[in-house]
């Protein structure tokens, strides 16, 4: 079995760049690469439930507000 604690996600209308600055307004720090290949994708470290709830919400709302 392969184990991790972070995903790489995307979305497939919403740039990376747009989320990862969105939710860091919002206090949420996700990583995001500007780099070819991977610009497409933000790494997502696993936290507790409530921080992943808090992420959640926020990539919602980002998602929403479009």
């Not at 972070?6 to 209308?13: A, G, I, K, N, Q």
């Not at 740039?15 to 990583?31: D, H, L, N, Q, S």
Request: proline share 5%; charged share 30%.
């Amino acid at each position: 079995a392969i184990e991790t604690n972070f995903l790489f996600v995307s979305h497939p209308d919403i740039p990376a760049e747009e989320i990862f600055t969105y939710t860091r307004e919002k206090g949420i720090f996700i990583r995001y690469f500007k780099k070819p290949v991977i610009d497409k994708w933000l790494r997502i470290t696993i936290g507790t439930d409530e921080q992943m709830d808090k992420l959640i919400a926020a990539v919602k709302e980002c998602i929403e507000s479009r």
